[in-house]
């Protein structure tokens, strides 16, 4: 097989081209913060989309304030649970102290579909608050195309 020059040309931007793929979220109970703050402007800034297919609890959540909502959707198996900030186990010697410093960071990153959802269900508290129905769910986030 010959190589034109025009092909040498062209070598460059196929091997430099950023590879698109998605974030399938399927079974994440969550974790630090910090942690999702920077794995999710990541996923941001490559522009990759985001399906939840499974369970998205805790900071896994986070992707709601900071992937752009048009890139992210879910199927009908997917759930999300939400609750209040806790201080890291290790400072607090392995009991869970909420915070409510963290909490407030929480509410800050989620847009209005989602601090709407966790309002009408009481606000955050300690425990797990599900959101699992298609409807309830769809209130939040569009479903994924049918594909999914």
Not at 20 to 42: C, F, N, S, W
Not at 44 to 67: K, M, Q
Not at 98 to 108: A, F, N, P, R, Y
Request: hydrophobic share 35%; with cysteine; aromatic share 10%.
């Amino acid at each position: 097989m010959r190589i034109t020059p025009f092909a040498l040309l062209l070598l460059p931007l196929l091997v430099a081209a950023p590879a698109r793929a998605d974030l399938r979220i399927t079974r994440d109970h969550g974790g630090y913060v910090e942690e999702y703050k920077v794995k999710y402007q990541r996923i941001r800034d490559r522009r990759e989309r985001v399906i939840i297919d499974g369970i998205c609890n805790s900071a896994c959540t986070l992707v709601f304030g900071i992937v752009p909502m048009n890139k992210i959707c879910v199927t009908p198996r997917a759930s999300l649970g939400f609750h209040q900030a806790y201080y890291d186990k290790a400072f607090t010697f392995g009991i869970k102290v909420t915070s409510s410093e963290g909490t407030s960071d929480l509410m800050s990153y989620y847009p209005e579909p989602v601090k709407d959802w966790i309002h009408r269900n009481g606000g955050l508290t300690t425990e797990m608050k599900k959101v699992k129905n298609g409807t309830e769910l769809w209130k939040i986030v569009d479903p994924c195309p049918e594909e999914f």
